[in-house]
């Protein structure tokens, strides 16, 4: 597929895309006589018990694939205020249900006043007089969670708009002591996955269990879903003999053989991806799990940034690589080019303008083994 054909395709079909949350996928397989079995994980110290796959709702929920998530008992979904239509549009789906499940959702404002009418606008906006976690969304520096943010939250949980407090991150290394050292927060949702899991994450994640601080995994999937190989990424087509779908699977078998995690959040377009991804709660992780994971992390690694911010700072211009990356991923491996250009148009404007096809050579070396130039020059032709 070409980039402008790519483009093309997006400015048809994508702009679009609120209306098409209303619309049943054609891909669904599978008609289930069983429910897939839930299991349930305690989230730290809330004592909130989630099934150990929740739904991560999107930008754009597919009605029919939410509804029967909760039809089968998932009970913990996540969204965000900056998710545009999101709440609307689920707020449609838990009507008659708000007990049966618990919501996170998020605002995207450091500012006190904002943060507080966020708040009031989200409980309008989902028909409900609480929410089970509220999160600042997107926090990977300190200085990003100002003592006025911190306020606000507070007072939200005070009032009982929100049960528990917290926040999302891609970079918990750089959030941990931070949120520990606050001594406000219930739950961080940070991303944690097999391929970007391990050596990177696993001693932030591990400190937070133990502080009884509840680990919401999210991004546990994007990278194994072989989306990105039929994209254009460099790794070629996948060269496994499993069928779509158990990429994903095992790797939430993975995240959730680490009992420090409390929930994962998987987008889900299909019920056939339910179906598969609800099985990881009962299914064991298995050797060949391992084996496919391995195999499918080794494809990606020229496309695939692990958010491991080695880079941080060192472009000469200014890039912040790794969330240039996460927004070419979001396209890639995920298949959603609404939020890879919604999160680009939200760099600064100098930093759209920069094309990596100036620079004679590039002064990153991944240490990952990301082909960091051609990935950000694909970013700009298909993002900007
Ligand atoms: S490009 Fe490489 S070094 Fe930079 S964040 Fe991604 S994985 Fe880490
Ligand atoms: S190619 Fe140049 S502009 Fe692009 S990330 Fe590398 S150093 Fe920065």
């Known amino acids: ?41 305690t989230l730290g110290k809330t004592g909130l018990k989630v099934t150990g796959v929740g739904y991560g709702i999107g930008y754009v929920p597919n009605v ?14 996540d969204t965000s205020r900056d998710y545009r239509e999101s709440e609307a549009i689920f707020a449609g789906c838990i009507k008659g249900k708000r007990q049966k499940i618990h919501i996170s959702t998020k605002s995207g404002s450091t500012k006190k006043e904002e943060i507080l009418q966020d708040m009031d606008t989200s409980l309008k906006t989902l028909g409900t007089d609480y929410v089970d976690i509220w999160q600042l969304h997107a926090r990977d520096l300190p200085a ?25 991150c891609h970079n918990p ?63 070629g087509p996948a060269k496994t003999n499993k069928k779509e779908g158990e990429g994903p699977l095992a790797g939430i078998k993975w995240v959730l053989s680490n009992p420090a995690i409390g929930t994962t959040v998987p987008n889900m377009n299909s019920i056939a991806e339910l179906e598969m991804n609800m099985r990881a709660m ?20 020229p496309d695939y940034c692990r958010m491991c911010y080695q880079c941080d700072g060192v472009c000469p211009k200014g890039l912040p690589v ?45 240490p990952n083994g990301v082909q960091v130039k051609n990935r950000l020059m694909r970013a700009q032709e298909l993002l900007a």
């Open 1 to 41: 597929m070409s980039l402008n054909r790519s483009r093309r395709e997006f400015l048809q079909a994508g702009l679009t895309l609120p209306a098409a949350g209303l619309v049943s996928s054609s891909l669904d397989m599978s008609v289930q006589k069983e429910p897939p079995k839930v299991t349930y994980r």
């Open 64 to 77: 029919e694939v939410v509804n029967r998530a909760i039809d089968w008992g998932i009970n913990y979904f």
């Open 144 to 168: 990003r969670i100002p003592d006025e943010a911190i306020e606000a939250m507070v007072q939200c949980k005070k009032a009982g708009k929100a049960r528990f407090i917290g926040f999302s």
């Open 173 to 235: 290394n750089n959030m941990v002591d931070f949120l520990l050292d606050a001594k406000v927060f219930d739950v961080m949702q940070t991303t944690y996955s097999f391929a970007i899991g391990s050596g990177f994450r696993e001693k932030a994640v591990q400190k937070l269990a133990a502080a009884g601080v509840g680990v919401i995994a999210m991004k546990v999937v994007v990278a194994m879903s072989g989306i990105g190989m039929k994209r254009g990424g460099s790794g």
């Open 282 to 301: 009962s299914e064991p992780y298995t050797p060949a799990d391992e084996q496919l994971l391995f195999t499918l992390n080794e494809q990606i690694r």
């Open 322 to 366: 790794a969330d240039v990356l996460r927004y070419l991923a979001y396209y890639d491996f995920a298949g959603d080019l609404y939020q890879g250009v919604t999160n680009f148009r939200n760099l600064r404007p100098e930093l759209q303008k920069v094309r990596c096809g100036d620079c004679s050579e590039c002064a990153i070396k991944c």
